[in-house]
C-alpha cells in the first residue's frame, strides 16, 4: 500500500504550497530499456489502459534491442533493424540517444529495465549497474522524478542455470576471468534471487519496484495454461499485457479489473490476467 501511495500522492500534492495536480495536467512517464520491455508492444497496451481512465498520463519510451542500462549511456547507435543494433562507443562530447531523452523533456516518472542476467551477477550489479542507474537520476531535470525498477522475470531455460560475463567485460580491476551468477537449480531459487537481487538495486538508490518477476512465477506455478512466453525469455502477447496491468496499477493506484480494456488477446485470458495481476 505505501508504494502505490508514493506514487499516487508524489504526483497529486506538491510539498511546500500544496498545490493540487489537476487531472487534465499531464503526467510524463518514460521507459527505458530494451525488448523485455517493449516486445508485443507493452507501453502502448499500457497507454491504451491509461486513456480508459487517466488519459493525463503519458508514456513513452527509449528502448533499444539488447540494450543494458549501462550501454543506454555508453553506446552509440550505428545501425539498427527490428530485432538488433550496432553501437560503438560514445566519444568525449558525444551523446547518446537516451542521454538526449532523458534530458529533453521534464520527465514525472522514469522506469528503468535491465537484463535479468545483469543483476544477477554480483559485480555486474554492483559495478555497472548501480553506476549507471546513478547516472541516469543525475540526468534527470526534473528534481521531482520518481524511479520505477522493473522486476523482471524467470527465463525458460532448462535447470541448472548458471550466468557469467568475462570481467573484462565489468571492471578491468577484478582480478579473475569471469564473473558468474549462483547456481540456480529450480524456480522458487530463481525467483527468489531474482527477487532479491532487484531488492538490493532498489534499496541501494531509494528506487519503488514493480512486482512484475512475482506475477510471473503465480502464473507459472498457478495457471499452467497460461503461457506468457515467446521465447526463453520474452513476453508474449500474454506476458505483456501482464506488465501493463502492473504498471498500470503503479501508476494509477485503481484497480485493472475495472477496465473495460482487453487488448488483443482472448477475453477470458485478458481477464484472468487483471485479476492476478492485482
Given at each position: 500500500?505505501?508504494?502505490?501511495?508514493?506514487?499516487i500522492?508524489a504526483?497529486?500534492?506538491?510539498?511546500?504550497?500544496?498545490?493540487?495536480?489537476?487531472?487534465?495536467?499531464?503526467?510524463?512517464?518514460?521507459?527505458?530499456?530494451?525488448?523485455?520491455?517493449?516486445?508485443?508492444?507493452?507501453?502502448q497496451t499500457?497507454?491504451?489502459?491509461?486513456d480508459e481512465?487517466?488519459p493525463?498520463?503519458?508514456?513513452d519510451?527509449?528502448?533499444?534491442?539488447?540494450?543494458s542500462l549501462?550501454?543506454?549511456?555508453?553506446n552509440?547507435?550505428?545501425?539498427r533493424?527490428?530485432?538488433?543494433?550496432?553501437?560503438?562507443k560514445?566519444?568525449p562530447g558525444e551523446?547518446?540517444?537516451?542521454e538526449?531523452?532523458?534530458?529533453e523533456?521534464?520527465?514525472?516518472i522514469?522506469?528503468?529495465?535491465?537484463?535479468?542476467?545483469?543483476?544477477l551477477?554480483?559485480?555486474?550489479?554492483d559495478?555497472?549497474?548501480?553506476?549507471?542507474?546513478s547516472?541516469?537520476?543525475?540526468l534527470a531535470?526534473?528534481p521531482?522524478?520518481?524511479?520505477?525498477?522493473?522486476n523482471t522475470?524467470?527465463?525458460?531455460?532448462?535447470?541448472?542455470?548458471?550466468?557469467?560475463?568475462?570481467s573484462?567485460?565489468?571492471?578491468?580491476?577484478?582480478?579473475?576471468d569471469?564473473?558468474?551468477?549462483?547456481?540456480?537449480?529450480?524456480?522458487?531459487?530463481?525467483?527468489?534471487?531474482?527477487?532479491?537481487?532487484y531488492?538490493?538495486?532498489?534499496?541501494?538508490?531509494?528506487?519503488?519496484?514493480?512486482n512484475?518477476?512475482?506475477?510471473?512465477?503465480?502464473?507459472?506455478?498457478?495457471y499452467?495454461?497460461?503461457?506468457?512466453?515467446?521465447?526463453?525469455?520474452h513476453?508474449?502477447?500474454?506476458?505483456?499485457?501482464?506488465?501493463?496491468?502492473?504498471?498500470?496499477?503503479?501508476l494509477?493506484?485503481?484497480k485493472?479489473?475495472?477496465?473495460?480494456?482487453?487488448?488483443?488477446?482472448?477475453p477470458?485470458?485478458?481477464?484472468?490476467?487483471?485479476k492476478?495481476s492485482?
Amino acid at each position: 500500500m505505501r508504494i502505490i501511495l508514493l506514487i499516487i500522492f508524489a504526483f497529486a500534492v506538491t510539498n511546500c504550497n500544496s498545490r493540487k495536480l489537476q487531472s487534465s495536467q499531464e503526467l510524463n512517464v518514460l521507459f527505458v530499456g530494451n525488448s523485455l520491455t517493449y516486445f508485443h508492444d507493452m507501453p502502448q497496451t499500457l497507454q491504451l489502459m491509461l486513456d480508459e481512465t487517466h488519459p493525463n498520463i503519458k508514456i513513452d519510451q527509449i528502448t533499444c534491442p539488447g540494450q543494458s542500462l549501462p550501454g543506454h549511456l555508453s553506446n552509440i547507435i550505428t545501425s539498427r533493424t527490428e530485432n538488433s543494433i550496432s553501437t560503438r562507443k560514445k566519444e568525449p562530447g558525444e551523446t547518446t540517444e537516451t542521454e538526449h531523452k532523458i534530458t529533453e523533456k521534464n520527465w514525472d516518472i522514469i522506469i528503468l529495465q535491465t537484463g535479468t542476467v545483469s543483476v544477477l551477477i554480483p559485480e555486474n550489479r554492483d559495478l555497472k549497474l548501480n553506476k549507471a542507474i546513478s547516472d541516469i537520476k543525475k540526468l534527470a531535470t526534473n528534481p521531482e522524478c520518481e524511479f520505477i525498477l522493473f522486476n523482471t522475470w524467470p527465463s525458460k531455460k532448462e535447470y541448472p542455470k548458471h550466468y557469467c560475463y568475462s570481467s573484462s567485460r565489468i571492471d578491468e580491476s577484478i582480478d579473475k576471468d569471469e564473473c558468474c551468477s549462483p547456481t540456480i537449480q529450480n524456480l522458487e531459487q530463481e525467483i527468489k534471487l531474482i527477487n532479491e537481487s532487484y531488492d538490493l538495486v532498489a534499496q541501494e538508490h531509494g528506487l519503488i519496484k514493480s512486482n512484475n518477476g512475482t506475477k510471473y512465477y503465480d502464473v507459472l506455478t498457478k495457471y499452467l495454461e497460461i503461457e506468457l512466453y515467446d521465447d526463453d525469455i520474452h513476453p508474449n502477447k500474454n506476458g505483456a499485457f501482464l506488465n501493463a496491468c502492473v504498471f498500470y496499477q503503479l501508476l494509477t493506484g485503481k484497480k485493472v479489473t475495472k477496465l473495460k480494456f482487453n487488448g488483443d488477446i482472448e477475453p477470458n485470458t485478458a481477464e484472468l490476467l487483471k485479476k492476478i495481476s492485482e
